[in-house]
């Protein structure tokens, strides 16, 4: 019931700016945290940011000064800010919902969008 669609991937040279968002949609109860992972080729999968229901912000230690995780006033939609874009942030970029739902009983479920590619090259 609930869709997450992202969009602002993209192909951009290095130094470069992007800006990334999903908003997520259907049957909302109550957002816990809304965030960013990655995973570029051969790698793992990463926390790149996220931002709780209280406005509490984290990033990985890379992206600190570069990245900003912001949401809207609905607190439905983030968005992920990267500027100084390096050839090493070329991942595909996934949303990231944690969602407090209920049916009988109250349950945390999470959601993933399908990824958005970036692709930082020159």
């Known amino acids: 019931q609930v869709q997450l669609v992202e969009s602002g991937g993209g192909l951009v040279q290095p130094g470069g700016s992007l800006r990334l968002s999903c908003a997520a949609s259907?049957?909302?109860?109550?957002?816990?945290?809304m965030g960013w992972y990655r995973q570029a080729p051969g790698k793992q999968r990463e926390l790149v940011a996220s931002?709780?229901?209280?406005?509490?912000?984290n990033y990985t230690d890379s992206v600190k000064g570069r990245f900003t995780i912001s949401r809207d006033n609905a607190k439905t939609t983030v968005s992920l800010q990267m500027n100084s874009l390096k050839p090493e942030d070329t991942a595909v970029y996934y949303c990231?919902?944690?969602?407090?739902?209920?049916?009988?009983?109250?349950?945390?479920?999470?959601?993933w969008g399908e990824g958005t590619q970036v692709t930082v090259s020159s």
């Open positions: 931002i709780t229901k209280g406005g509490s912000t």
């Open positions: 990231n919902v944690d969602m407090t739902e209920y049916n009988r009983h109250w349950y945390r479920r999470v959601y």
């Open positions: 259907g049957s909302i109860f109550s957002i816990n945290a």
